[in-house]
Protein backbone atom coordinates (compact mmCIF):
# COMPACT_ATOMS: atom_id res chain seq x y z
CA UNK A 1 0.00 0.00 0.00
CA UNK A 2 1.09 3.52 -0.68
CA UNK A 3 2.10 5.45 2.72
CA UNK A 4 -0.67 8.08 1.97
CA UNK A 5 -3.67 6.52 1.05
CA UNK A 6 -4.82 7.61 -2.02
CA UNK A 7 -8.63 7.13 -1.79
CA UNK A 8 -8.07 9.90 1.32
CA UNK A 9 -5.76 11.93 -0.52
CA UNK A 10 -8.71 12.55 -2.81
CA UNK A 11 -11.24 13.48 -0.35
CA UNK A 12 -9.23 15.71 0.68
CA UNK A 13 -8.40 17.35 -2.46
CA UNK A 14 -12.23 17.00 -3.02
CA UNK A 15 -13.32 18.65 -0.27
CA UNK A 16 -10.46 21.58 -0.73
CA UNK A 17 -12.09 21.89 -4.58
CA UNK A 18 -15.70 21.55 -3.27
CA UNK A 19 -16.06 22.56 0.56
CA UNK A 20 -20.02 23.13 0.04
CA UNK A 21 -20.66 20.13 -1.32
CA UNK A 22 -18.79 18.45 1.22
CA UNK A 23 -21.00 20.53 3.82
CA UNK A 24 -24.10 19.59 1.88
CA UNK A 25 -23.81 15.52 2.45
CA UNK A 26 -23.48 16.16 6.13
CA UNK A 27 -26.00 17.95 6.90
CA UNK A 28 -28.35 15.68 4.33
CA UNK A 29 -26.98 12.64 6.03
CA UNK A 30 -27.34 14.72 9.91
CA UNK A 31 -31.47 15.56 8.53
CA UNK A 32 -32.07 11.66 6.99
CA UNK A 33 -31.27 10.23 10.47
CA UNK A 34 -32.79 12.90 12.49
CA UNK A 35 -35.92 12.32 10.45
CA UNK A 36 -36.15 8.61 10.11
CA UNK A 37 -36.22 8.30 14.13
CA UNK A 38 -39.45 10.63 14.69
CA UNK A 39 -41.95 9.04 13.08
CA UNK A 40 -42.44 5.57 15.62
CA UNK A 41 -42.60 8.49 18.52
CA UNK A 42 -45.79 9.72 16.27
CA UNK A 43 -46.92 6.40 16.10
CA UNK A 44 -46.87 4.96 20.05
CA UNK A 45 -48.81 8.47 20.63
CA UNK A 46 -51.16 7.99 18.19
CA UNK A 47 -51.57 4.91 19.10
CA UNK A 48 -52.06 5.02 23.28
CA UNK A 49 -54.24 7.24 22.05
CA UNK A 50 -56.39 5.00 20.26
CA UNK A 51 -56.07 2.55 23.30
CA UNK A 52 -57.14 4.78 25.85
CA UNK A 53 -60.55 5.80 23.88
CA UNK A 54 -59.36 8.84 22.84
CA UNK A 55 -59.39 8.24 19.30
CA UNK A 56 -56.56 9.39 16.67
CA UNK A 57 -56.36 13.47 16.45
CA UNK A 58 -56.07 14.22 12.85
CA UNK A 59 -53.38 16.49 13.32
CA UNK A 60 -51.35 13.57 14.68
CA UNK A 61 -51.85 11.49 11.44
CA UNK A 62 -50.74 14.17 9.26
CA UNK A 63 -47.72 14.57 11.38
CA UNK A 64 -46.99 11.06 10.88
CA UNK A 65 -47.19 11.02 7.22
CA UNK A 66 -45.52 14.59 6.93
CA UNK A 67 -42.46 13.03 8.81
CA UNK A 68 -42.33 10.07 6.54
CA UNK A 69 -42.04 11.83 3.78
CA UNK A 70 -39.82 14.18 4.98
CA UNK A 71 -37.46 11.42 5.72
CA UNK A 72 -37.78 9.93 2.55
CA UNK A 73 -37.42 13.24 0.60
CA UNK A 74 -34.16 13.27 3.21
CA UNK A 75 -33.24 10.07 2.41
CA UNK A 76 -33.37 10.35 -1.49
CA UNK A 77 -31.52 13.94 -1.23
CA UNK A 78 -28.93 12.28 1.07
CA UNK A 79 -27.97 9.33 -1.57
CA UNK A 80 -27.93 12.01 -4.33
CA UNK A 81 -25.77 13.98 -3.12
CA UNK A 82 -23.32 11.32 -2.09
CA UNK A 83 -23.57 9.97 -5.45
CA UNK A 84 -22.24 13.50 -6.42
CA UNK A 85 -19.51 13.38 -4.21
CA UNK A 86 -18.12 10.09 -4.74
CA UNK A 87 -18.59 11.11 -8.48
CA UNK A 88 -16.41 14.20 -7.86
CA UNK A 89 -13.77 12.17 -5.51
CA UNK A 90 -13.39 9.10 -8.25
CA UNK A 91 -12.68 12.03 -10.90
CA UNK A 92 -9.75 13.42 -8.64
CA UNK A 93 -8.34 9.92 -7.99
CA UNK A 94 -8.56 8.83 -11.65
CA UNK A 95 -6.69 12.49 -12.37
CA UNK A 96 -4.22 11.18 -9.98
CA UNK A 97 -3.75 8.09 -12.25
CA UNK A 98 -3.30 9.66 -15.42
CA UNK A 99 -0.36 12.04 -14.27
CA UNK A 100 1.06 8.97 -12.71
CA UNK A 101 0.54 7.58 -15.34
CA UNK A 102 2.97 10.03 -18.14
CA UNK A 103 5.76 9.59 -15.17
CA UNK A 104 6.27 5.64 -15.19
CA UNK A 105 9.24 4.42 -17.54
CA UNK A 106 8.89 2.50 -20.55
CA UNK A 107 9.69 -0.68 -18.69
CA UNK A 108 6.24 -0.61 -16.54
CA UNK A 109 4.74 -1.25 -19.79
CA UNK A 110 6.63 -4.36 -21.47
CA UNK A 111 6.08 -5.91 -17.62
CA UNK A 112 2.91 -5.00 -17.09
CA UNK A 113 -0.32 -6.26 -19.21
CA UNK A 114 -2.05 -3.23 -21.00
CA UNK A 115 -5.54 -4.90 -19.42
CA UNK A 116 -3.95 -4.82 -16.09
CA UNK A 117 -3.48 -1.00 -15.80
CA UNK A 118 -6.55 -0.46 -17.83
CA UNK A 119 -8.88 -2.73 -14.95
CA UNK A 120 -7.00 -0.40 -12.23
CA UNK A 121 -8.23 2.87 -14.02
CA UNK A 122 -11.84 0.97 -14.80
CA UNK A 123 -12.92 -1.88 -13.03
CA UNK A 124 -10.83 -0.69 -9.25
CA UNK A 125 -12.19 3.26 -10.50
CA UNK A 126 -15.70 1.71 -10.79
CA UNK A 127 -14.82 0.00 -6.84
CA UNK A 128 -13.94 3.60 -5.04
CA UNK A 129 -16.83 5.11 -6.62
CA UNK A 130 -19.53 2.34 -5.52
CA UNK A 131 -17.03 2.87 -1.76
CA UNK A 132 -19.19 6.02 -1.79
CA UNK A 133 -22.19 5.39 -3.24
CA UNK A 134 -23.21 2.07 -1.61
CA UNK A 135 -20.14 2.36 1.04
CA UNK A 136 -18.58 3.92 3.43
CA UNK A 137 -20.61 7.51 3.96
CA UNK A 138 -24.31 5.41 4.13
CA UNK A 139 -22.62 3.25 6.80
CA UNK A 140 -21.93 6.41 8.87
CA UNK A 141 -25.57 7.33 8.09
CA UNK A 142 -26.55 3.78 9.50
CA UNK A 143 -24.09 3.66 12.37
CA UNK A 144 -25.48 6.79 13.41
CA UNK A 145 -29.15 6.11 13.49
CA UNK A 146 -28.10 2.79 15.36
CA UNK A 147 -26.86 4.73 18.11
CA UNK A 148 -30.06 7.43 18.13
CA UNK A 149 -32.14 4.33 18.01
CA UNK A 150 -30.53 2.48 20.95
CA UNK A 151 -30.84 6.02 23.17
CA UNK A 152 -34.70 5.88 22.61
CA UNK A 153 -35.24 2.09 23.31
CA UNK A 154 -32.95 3.30 26.44
CA UNK A 155 -35.40 6.12 27.36
CA UNK A 156 -38.43 3.46 26.64
CA UNK A 157 -37.65 -0.35 27.31
CA UNK A 158 -34.49 -1.03 29.82
CA UNK A 159 -35.04 -4.91 29.18
CA UNK A 160 -35.07 -4.33 25.26
CA UNK A 161 -32.08 -2.32 25.46
CA UNK A 162 -29.45 -4.56 27.52
CA UNK A 163 -30.72 -7.63 25.12
CA UNK A 164 -29.27 -5.60 21.58
CA UNK A 165 -26.14 -4.80 23.92
CA UNK A 166 -25.50 -8.62 24.18
CA UNK A 167 -26.13 -9.20 20.80
CA UNK A 168 -24.59 -6.28 19.19
CA UNK A 169 -21.18 -7.92 20.35
CA UNK A 170 -21.88 -11.19 18.47
CA UNK A 171 -23.39 -9.58 15.45
CA UNK A 172 -20.05 -7.38 15.34
CA UNK A 173 -18.31 -10.17 15.73
CA UNK A 174 -20.31 -11.97 12.87
CA UNK A 175 -19.57 -9.37 10.59
CA UNK A 176 -16.05 -9.19 10.73
CA UNK A 177 -15.93 -12.81 10.07
CA UNK A 178 -18.06 -12.19 6.63
CA UNK A 179 -15.97 -8.72 5.77
CA UNK A 180 -12.67 -11.04 6.01
CA UNK A 181 -13.84 -13.79 3.87
CA UNK A 182 -15.39 -11.35 1.54
CA UNK A 183 -12.02 -9.57 1.08
CA UNK A 184 -10.45 -12.42 0.29
CA UNK A 185 -12.84 -13.17 -2.35
CA UNK A 186 -12.90 -10.02 -3.74
CA UNK A 187 -8.85 -9.31 -3.86
CA UNK A 188 -8.81 -12.78 -6.06
CA UNK A 189 -12.17 -11.68 -8.06
CA UNK A 190 -10.00 -8.63 -9.21
CA UNK A 191 -7.16 -10.39 -9.90
CA UNK A 192 -8.96 -12.90 -12.38
CA UNK A 193 -10.45 -9.52 -13.63
CA UNK A 194 -7.24 -8.24 -14.19
CA UNK A 195 -5.98 -11.46 -16.06
CA UNK A 196 -9.26 -11.85 -17.90
CA UNK A 197 -8.81 -8.29 -19.30
CA UNK A 198 -4.96 -9.01 -20.10
CA UNK A 199 -6.37 -12.14 -22.36
CA UNK A 200 -8.57 -10.59 -24.55
CA UNK A 201 -6.76 -7.94 -25.98
CA UNK A 202 -3.54 -10.22 -26.72
CA UNK A 203 -5.79 -12.11 -28.34
CA UNK A 204 -7.27 -9.92 -30.67
CA UNK A 205 -3.49 -8.58 -31.33
CA UNK A 206 -2.40 -11.77 -32.00
CA UNK A 207 -5.26 -13.48 -34.20
CA UNK A 208 -3.66 -14.10 -37.13
CA UNK A 209 -0.74 -15.90 -35.71
CA UNK A 210 -3.40 -18.21 -33.60
CA UNK A 211 -5.17 -19.30 -36.52
CA UNK A 212 -1.98 -19.85 -38.28
CA UNK A 213 -0.45 -22.05 -35.63
CA UNK A 214 -3.94 -23.82 -35.07
CA UNK A 215 -3.89 -22.71 -31.22
CA UNK A 216 -7.85 -21.39 -31.69
CA UNK A 217 -8.58 -24.44 -28.86
CA UNK A 218 -5.59 -23.77 -26.41
CA UNK A 219 -6.48 -19.80 -26.17
CA UNK A 220 -10.39 -21.00 -25.87
CA UNK A 221 -9.58 -22.91 -22.79
CA UNK A 222 -7.09 -20.80 -21.50
CA UNK A 223 -10.20 -17.97 -21.13
CA UNK A 224 -12.36 -20.73 -19.68
CA UNK A 225 -9.69 -20.97 -17.16
CA UNK A 226 -9.57 -17.75 -16.12
CA UNK A 227 -13.39 -16.89 -16.44
CA UNK A 228 -13.68 -19.79 -14.02
CA UNK A 229 -11.13 -18.07 -11.49
CA UNK A 230 -13.07 -15.25 -11.54
CA UNK A 231 -16.47 -16.77 -11.38
CA UNK A 232 -15.10 -19.12 -8.61
CA UNK A 233 -13.78 -16.65 -6.09
CA UNK A 234 -17.13 -13.91 -6.94
CA UNK A 235 -19.35 -17.27 -5.97
CA UNK A 236 -17.64 -17.47 -2.18
CA UNK A 237 -18.27 -13.35 -2.25
CA UNK A 238 -22.05 -13.74 -3.11
CA UNK A 239 -22.20 -16.82 -0.73
CA UNK A 240 -20.96 -14.79 2.18
CA UNK A 241 -23.35 -12.24 1.59
CA UNK A 242 -25.89 -14.12 1.18
CA UNK A 243 -25.79 -15.78 4.25
CA UNK A 244 -25.37 -12.90 6.52
CA UNK A 245 -28.53 -11.09 5.14
CA UNK A 246 -30.88 -14.05 6.24
CA UNK A 247 -29.00 -14.11 9.78
CA UNK A 248 -29.97 -10.76 10.57
CA UNK A 249 -33.81 -11.04 9.72
CA UNK A 250 -33.91 -14.39 12.13
CA UNK A 251 -32.32 -12.22 14.51
CA UNK A 252 -34.97 -9.20 14.27
CA UNK A 253 -37.79 -11.77 14.69
CA UNK A 254 -36.51 -13.51 17.54
CA UNK A 255 -35.62 -9.82 19.47
CA UNK A 256 -39.48 -9.22 18.73
CA UNK A 257 -40.62 -12.59 20.14
CA UNK A 258 -38.70 -12.11 23.23
CA UNK A 259 -39.56 -8.98 23.88
CA UNK A 260 -43.67 -10.02 23.31
CA UNK A 261 -43.38 -13.87 25.32
CA UNK A 262 -41.40 -11.17 28.26
CA UNK A 263 -44.21 -8.59 28.50
CA UNK A 264 -47.32 -11.47 28.59
CA UNK A 265 -45.19 -13.24 31.38
CA UNK A 266 -46.19 -10.89 34.38
CA UNK A 267 -46.54 -7.64 35.97
CA UNK A 268 -42.39 -7.74 36.91
CA UNK A 269 -41.68 -8.58 32.81
CA UNK A 270 -43.87 -5.94 31.86
CA UNK A 271 -42.39 -3.33 34.09
CA UNK A 272 -38.92 -4.38 32.52
CA UNK A 273 -39.75 -3.89 29.23
CA UNK A 274 -42.14 -0.82 29.91
CA UNK A 275 -44.44 -1.37 27.54
CA UNK A 276 -47.82 -0.60 26.89
CA UNK A 277 -49.56 -1.04 23.43
CA UNK A 278 -48.21 1.94 22.36
CA UNK A 279 -44.99 1.48 23.23
CA UNK A 280 -45.08 -2.17 21.72
CA UNK A 281 -45.86 -0.57 18.46
CA UNK A 282 -42.66 1.75 18.63
CA UNK A 283 -40.45 -0.44 19.81
CA UNK A 284 -41.05 -3.21 17.10
CA UNK A 285 -40.70 -0.09 14.55
CA UNK A 286 -37.33 0.67 15.92
CA UNK A 287 -36.49 -2.88 16.41
CA UNK A 288 -37.25 -3.23 12.70
CA UNK A 289 -34.94 0.12 12.24
CA UNK A 290 -31.92 -0.94 14.23
CA UNK A 291 -32.09 -4.43 12.21
CA UNK A 292 -32.01 -2.05 8.96
CA UNK A 293 -28.74 -0.50 9.11
CA UNK A 294 -27.33 -4.04 10.38
CA UNK A 295 -28.99 -5.32 7.20
CA UNK A 296 -27.76 -2.89 5.07
CA UNK A 297 -24.31 -3.37 6.42
CA UNK A 298 -24.15 -6.61 5.68
CA UNK A 299 -25.45 -5.82 1.90
CA UNK A 300 -22.58 -3.27 2.27
CA UNK A 301 -20.01 -5.46 2.67
CA UNK A 302 -18.94 -6.62 -0.45
CA UNK A 303 -18.93 -3.13 -2.02
CA UNK A 304 -16.71 -2.04 0.69
CA UNK A 305 -13.86 -4.84 0.82
CA UNK A 306 -13.79 -5.07 -3.14
CA UNK A 307 -13.48 -1.02 -2.72
CA UNK A 308 -9.92 -2.05 0.07
CA UNK A 309 -9.08 -4.44 -2.75
CA UNK A 310 -9.08 -1.86 -5.62
CA UNK A 311 -7.48 0.93 -3.06
CA UNK A 312 -4.32 -1.84 -2.45
CA UNK A 313 -4.20 -2.34 -6.58
CA UNK A 314 -4.42 1.49 -7.03
CA UNK A 315 -1.90 2.05 -4.02
CA UNK A 316 0.58 -0.31 -5.70
CA UNK A 317 -0.45 1.21 -9.07
CA UNK A 318 0.71 5.06 -7.39
CA UNK A 319 4.22 3.77 -6.19
CA UNK A 320 5.29 2.07 -9.02
CA UNK A 321 8.71 3.36 -9.49
CA UNK A 322 8.79 7.02 -11.77
CA UNK A 323 10.82 7.67 -14.64
CA UNK A 324 14.38 9.38 -12.71
CA UNK A 325 15.28 12.40 -14.00
CA UNK A 326 18.74 12.62 -16.11
CA UNK A 327 20.78 15.60 -15.24
CA UNK A 328 21.40 17.67 -18.72
CA UNK A 329 25.20 18.68 -18.21
CA UNK A 330 26.79 18.97 -21.74
CA UNK A 331 28.84 16.15 -22.63
CA UNK A 332 32.45 15.89 -23.31
CA UNK A 333 33.52 17.49 -26.80
CA UNK A 334 34.13 14.46 -28.37
CA UNK A 335 30.48 13.69 -27.83
CA UNK A 336 29.03 17.02 -27.57
CA UNK A 337 29.07 17.76 -31.37
CA UNK A 338 27.58 14.74 -33.06
CA UNK A 339 23.81 14.61 -33.63
CA UNK A 340 23.80 11.20 -32.52
CA UNK A 341 26.25 9.27 -30.24
CA UNK A 342 26.26 6.09 -28.60
CA UNK A 343 29.20 5.39 -26.75
CA UNK A 344 30.17 2.13 -25.02
CA UNK A 345 26.67 1.34 -24.61
CA UNK A 346 25.20 -1.91 -22.28
CA UNK A 347 22.07 -2.53 -22.11
CA UNK A 348 19.37 -5.21 -22.45
CA UNK A 349 15.40 -5.65 -21.19
CA UNK A 350 16.87 -8.25 -18.23
CA UNK A 351 20.03 -6.51 -17.12
CA UNK A 352 21.29 -10.22 -17.01
CA UNK A 353 20.78 -10.53 -20.54
CA UNK A 354 22.44 -7.71 -22.47
CA UNK A 355 21.42 -6.82 -26.07
CA UNK A 356 24.05 -4.37 -26.77
CA UNK A 357 27.61 -4.96 -25.35
CA UNK A 358 29.59 -2.03 -25.13
CA UNK A 359 28.62 -0.54 -28.47
CA UNK A 360 29.87 2.40 -29.76
CA UNK A 361 29.04 4.58 -33.05
CA UNK A 362 28.29 7.80 -33.88
CA UNK A 363 26.09 10.29 -36.19
CA UNK A 364 27.49 13.67 -37.63
CA UNK A 365 25.41 16.53 -38.57
CA UNK A 366 23.76 15.93 -42.25
CA UNK A 367 25.15 12.97 -41.83
CA UNK A 368 22.40 9.62 -43.60
CA UNK A 369 23.67 6.39 -41.73
CA UNK A 370 21.28 3.07 -42.07
CA UNK A 371 21.65 0.19 -39.42
CA UNK A 372 20.97 -3.26 -41.10
CA UNK A 373 21.48 -6.74 -39.16
CA UNK A 374 19.48 -9.49 -38.62
CA UNK A 375 16.03 -9.47 -36.48
CA UNK A 376 17.10 -9.34 -32.37
CA UNK A 377 20.36 -7.68 -32.94
CA UNK A 378 19.36 -4.69 -31.36
CA UNK A 379 18.65 -1.94 -34.34
CA UNK A 380 14.74 -0.70 -32.94
CA UNK A 381 16.62 -0.86 -29.37
CA UNK A 382 18.94 1.85 -30.43
CA UNK A 383 16.00 4.09 -31.01
CA UNK A 384 14.07 3.48 -27.67
CA UNK A 385 17.32 4.63 -26.34
CA UNK A 386 17.21 7.38 -28.40
CA UNK A 387 13.86 8.08 -27.69
CA UNK A 388 14.51 8.03 -23.91
CA UNK A 389 12.01 4.87 -23.48
CA UNK A 390 15.01 3.11 -21.22
CA UNK A 391 18.16 4.48 -20.00
CA UNK A 392 21.58 1.74 -20.73
CA UNK A 393 22.69 -0.07 -17.61
CA UNK A 394 26.66 1.50 -19.09
CA UNK A 395 27.61 4.26 -21.40
CA UNK A 396 26.26 6.99 -23.21
CA UNK A 397 23.33 7.32 -25.27
CA UNK A 398 23.99 11.38 -26.80
CA UNK A 399 21.41 13.74 -29.04
CA UNK A 400 22.32 16.77 -30.05
CA UNK A 401 24.72 17.06 -27.38
CA UNK A 402 23.03 15.81 -24.40
CA UNK A 403 22.03 12.44 -22.81
CA UNK A 404 18.80 11.27 -24.95
CA UNK A 405 16.93 11.05 -21.22
CA UNK A 406 17.22 14.13 -19.94
CA UNK A 407 15.47 16.26 -22.84
CA UNK A 408 12.12 17.87 -21.90
CA UNK A 409 9.07 16.20 -23.47
CA UNK A 410 8.42 19.94 -24.91
CA UNK A 411 11.37 19.80 -26.96
CA UNK A 412 11.58 16.81 -28.23
CA UNK A 413 9.42 17.27 -31.55
CA UNK A 414 11.93 20.21 -32.57
CA UNK A 415 14.80 17.91 -32.32
CA UNK A 416 13.77 14.25 -34.49
CA UNK A 417 10.78 13.09 -35.92
CA UNK A 418 10.67 9.16 -35.89
CA UNK A 419 9.09 7.48 -38.58
CA UNK A 420 7.82 4.12 -37.60
CA UNK A 421 6.65 1.13 -39.87
CA UNK A 422 2.50 1.37 -39.50
CA UNK A 423 0.62 4.67 -39.51
CA UNK A 424 -1.07 4.96 -35.85
CA UNK A 425 -3.94 7.31 -36.15
CA UNK A 426 -5.21 9.93 -33.22
CA UNK A 427 -8.61 10.97 -32.76
CA UNK A 428 -9.59 13.83 -34.64
CA UNK A 429 -9.17 15.74 -38.47
CA UNK A 430 -6.36 14.67 -40.68
CA UNK A 431 -4.51 17.95 -39.34
CA UNK A 432 -4.27 16.51 -36.25
CA UNK A 433 -2.92 13.59 -37.63
CA UNK A 434 -0.39 15.54 -38.31
CA UNK A 435 -0.18 18.01 -35.37
CA UNK A 436 -0.87 15.02 -33.03
CA UNK A 437 -2.93 18.00 -31.27
CA UNK A 438 0.03 19.84 -30.54
CA UNK A 439 -0.86 23.38 -30.81
CA UNK A 440 2.73 25.02 -30.77
CA UNK A 441 2.98 23.29 -34.55
CA UNK A 442 1.24 26.23 -37.07
CA UNK A 443 -0.92 26.14 -39.92
CA UNK A 444 1.66 26.91 -42.33
CA UNK A 445 3.96 24.29 -40.82
CA UNK A 446 1.20 21.43 -41.38
CA UNK A 447 0.90 22.71 -44.69
CA UNK A 448 4.62 22.64 -45.63
CA UNK A 449 4.70 19.10 -44.24
CA UNK A 450 2.14 17.87 -46.29
CA UNK A 451 3.63 19.39 -48.78
CA UNK A 452 6.77 18.32 -48.53
CA UNK A 453 5.55 14.42 -48.51
CA UNK A 454 3.42 15.46 -51.47
CA UNK A 455 0.30 15.19 -49.93
CA UNK A 456 -0.76 18.60 -50.19
CA UNK A 457 -3.28 17.79 -53.23
CA UNK A 458 -4.92 14.75 -51.84
CA UNK A 459 -5.77 16.66 -48.62
CA UNK A 460 -7.11 19.58 -50.60
CA UNK A 461 -9.72 17.16 -52.39
CA UNK A 462 -11.37 16.53 -49.02
CA UNK A 463 -14.33 17.57 -48.32
CA UNK A 464 -13.18 20.18 -45.64
CA UNK A 465 -9.85 19.54 -46.43
CA UNK A 466 -7.42 19.05 -43.33
CA UNK A 467 -10.06 19.80 -41.04
CA UNK A 468 -12.01 16.32 -42.46
CA UNK A 469 -12.42 14.28 -39.80
CA UNK A 470 -10.02 10.95 -39.71
CA UNK A 471 -11.38 7.59 -40.83
CA UNK A 472 -10.76 4.45 -42.52
CA UNK A 473 -10.26 4.42 -46.51
CA UNK A 474 -9.84 7.99 -46.45
CA UNK A 475 -6.22 7.39 -47.29
CA UNK A 476 -4.53 4.55 -49.04
CA UNK A 477 -1.70 2.48 -47.13
CA UNK A 478 0.88 4.55 -49.13
CA UNK A 479 -0.68 8.09 -48.24
CA UNK A 480 -0.69 6.59 -44.41
CA UNK A 481 2.54 6.78 -44.72
CA UNK A 482 3.25 9.97 -46.66
CA UNK A 483 1.46 11.29 -43.70
CA UNK A 484 3.55 9.42 -41.06
CA UNK A 485 6.36 11.19 -42.46
CA UNK A 486 4.73 14.61 -42.36
CA UNK A 487 3.57 13.86 -38.95
CA UNK A 488 7.22 13.35 -38.24
CA UNK A 489 8.75 16.82 -40.07
CA UNK A 490 5.78 19.17 -39.16
CA UNK A 491 8.24 20.46 -36.49
CA UNK A 492 11.02 20.68 -38.84
CA UNK A 493 13.21 18.58 -36.87
CA UNK A 494 17.04 17.99 -37.21
CA UNK A 495 17.15 14.49 -37.19
CA UNK A 496 14.96 11.76 -38.82
CA UNK A 497 14.65 8.59 -37.21
CA UNK A 498 13.33 5.56 -39.77
CA UNK A 499 12.22 1.91 -38.81
CA UNK A 500 11.71 -0.09 -42.01
CA UNK A 501 9.23 2.28 -43.18
CA UNK A 502 9.04 0.68 -46.39
CA UNK A 503 8.48 -3.07 -45.24
CA UNK A 504 4.97 -3.38 -45.95
CA UNK A 505 4.62 -1.26 -49.07
CA UNK A 506 4.88 -2.22 -52.84
CA UNK A 507 7.19 -1.55 -55.26
CA UNK A 508 5.46 1.30 -56.85
CA UNK A 509 3.78 2.65 -53.47
CA UNK A 510 7.79 2.24 -52.06
CA UNK A 511 8.99 4.69 -54.68
CA UNK A 512 6.91 7.42 -53.77
CA UNK A 513 7.88 7.10 -50.04
CA UNK A 514 11.50 6.86 -51.00
CA UNK A 515 10.90 10.04 -52.97
CA UNK A 516 9.18 12.01 -50.24
CA UNK A 517 11.97 10.59 -47.97
CA UNK A 518 14.39 12.16 -49.94
CA UNK A 519 12.91 15.72 -49.83
CA UNK A 520 12.50 15.44 -46.20
CA UNK A 521 15.89 14.27 -45.64
CA UNK A 522 17.27 17.46 -47.34
CA UNK A 523 19.46 19.36 -44.34
CA UNK A 524 19.27 16.89 -42.06
CA UNK A 525 20.44 14.16 -40.01
CA UNK A 526 18.92 10.40 -40.48
CA UNK A 527 19.26 7.40 -39.08
CA UNK A 528 17.41 4.41 -40.32
CA UNK A 529 16.96 0.49 -39.85
CA UNK A 530 16.69 -1.42 -42.79
CA UNK A 531 16.33 -5.60 -43.46
CA UNK A 532 17.57 -5.25 -47.03
CA UNK A 533 19.09 -3.11 -49.52
CA UNK A 534 17.23 -0.17 -51.13
CA UNK A 535 18.02 2.22 -53.26
CA UNK A 536 17.89 5.08 -50.70
CA UNK A 537 21.09 3.65 -49.14
CA UNK A 538 22.97 4.45 -52.15
CA UNK A 539 25.88 6.90 -50.87
CA UNK A 540 25.16 6.12 -47.35
CA UNK A 541 27.09 4.87 -44.58
CA UNK A 542 26.08 1.53 -43.50
CA UNK A 543 26.69 -0.01 -39.58
CA UNK A 544 26.31 -3.63 -39.84
CA UNK A 545 25.09 -5.34 -36.49
CA UNK A 546 25.10 -8.75 -35.31
Given at each position: MSRKNP??????????????????????????????????????????????????????????????????????????????????????????????????PARYFTGHPSGQTTSIFVNDGDTIDALYSDGIVGMLADACKLLGILWILWSRSQGLFWILCLLLPLLFGLTRHFQKGTLAAQRENRRAIGRVNSHVP??????????????????????????????????????????????????????????????????????????????????????????????SIGMEIQSIQSAMAGIQ???????????????????????????????????????ARPILKDFSCSLEPGEQVILMGPSGCGKSTLFKLLLGLYGPQQGTVALMGYRAGSLPEEEKRS?????????????GTVGDQVTLGDGSVTADQTDRAL????????????????????????????????????????KEPRLLLLDEITANLDSQTEEKVLKALERAAQGRSVLSISHRFSRMMEGQRIIRMG
Open positions: VWESVKGTLRAHPRSGALVAVLVVLSVGTSLLPPLVLERAVNSLTEGRGIPWQLGLLYIGLTVLSDCCETAQNGAITLFGQKVTHGLRSTLCAKLDRLETIRNIRTIHSLGKEQYMEDRYDTLITDSFRAINRANVFDGIYSPIILVTQAAVVAVIMVGAALGPGWADLFGLSVGSAVAVIAYVGKIFGPLEHIGEFLDEEERTSVSREPLPEGIRDKAVAFSHVTFGYDPLYGCVEQEFSPVPELVGLQEAVDRLPQGKDTPMADGLFSQGELQLLNIARAVA
